[in-house]
């Protein structure tokens, strides 16, 4: 595709980056943006800067938080048991229903030899030291019905065991559409 | 949806902004880019900011350009027939094929009443003093086939008759799909 301008040419490019956007909406948004007034693009830019640079991971759970701790490890009013979940969408999906009340610890992947990702890359240090300073009495991995999510969960329940808790897995016939 | 952070919830909402684009693929692009280096981000906010705050429009033809005359009207290549379009897209769809070989003018849009678009609000001033300066022989109108389209190209026809000209529409059998 040709551009008329170099400026068009790399907004589109960057925005193709993102998945599921391709060359062709990738210039739909980029014009769309154009017509509109220029404030709401430079809103845009500013608000995914912030968004980057400024955000904090909860020093306890690794989610996503605006603080040190976020509002869920805060809570008092939250039970004693962890689900451990790969990464924030999960926690998002599991806050939505309003079901569960406990904790969460996020772990940031699974293990994935293919792509490299090792049990060191993983949170999972972190929720073994959390472990003896808290009150948990359970923990739940609901991590994905794959190769690397039973192979992170069966990792987990090895390291878990001298702990003396309770560790259960979601039913693998749970619907885990996104 | 409750998001755990304020940062995310802004860039979550800016996002689904734009057009094709819900809540659930932006928050999806959002911790994609949470993912990526800062980097990453920084350089698609850069590239939006830079897009939206520095590109020109050519004098002519009111197409897009980093100049203040387009490539395609500086041109001395390009032969004398001139096609109006509604907007930008248009002149890249024409140019992509690679068949014509004349010149642009962007209309940017098309008279509409029901969302209060007026003659004045388009180019159309601006192509009637551009006809007596040049050596155009030709006014092709390419405009969509709607109502709208037609009420345009209606206008156009009238207005453009004391000129002296060719005045052609693409055939309404035009394949159209974007």
């Known amino acids: 595709m040709n551009f008329p301008s170099k400026l068009i040419e790399n907004a589109v490019n960057e925005m193709s980056k993102l998945p599921g956007i391709g060359k062709k909406t990738a210039l739909r948004l980029v014009l769309h943006l154009l017509k509109r007034e220029e404030e709401a693009t430079l809103t845009l830019a500013e608000s995914l800067t912030q968004m980057r640079t400024q955000i904090q991971y909860c020093r306890q759970c690794h989610n996503i938080a605006d603080t040190e701790t976020c509002a869920i490890c805060a809570s008092r009013s939250r039970d004693r048991s962890v689900v451990c979940v790969e990464d924030t969408r999960d926690v998002l999906a599991i806050e939505n229903t309003a079901q569960y009340k406990g904790l969460y610890h996020v772990l940031g992947g699974i293990i994935s030899p293919l792509e490299g990702v090792g049990p060191a890359d993983l949170h999972i240090d972190s929720l073994l030291r959390r472990l003896p300073e808290s009150t948990i009495q359970e923990v739940i991995l609901a991590l994905s019905p794959t190769m690397e999510g039973d192979t992170t969960a069966f990792y987990l329940t090895k390291k878990l065991k001298i702990y003396n808790l309770k560790i ?9 559409g996104r």
Not at 168 to 176: E, Q, V, W
């Open 168 to 176: 259960s897995t979601i039913a693998p016939g749970h619907p885990s």
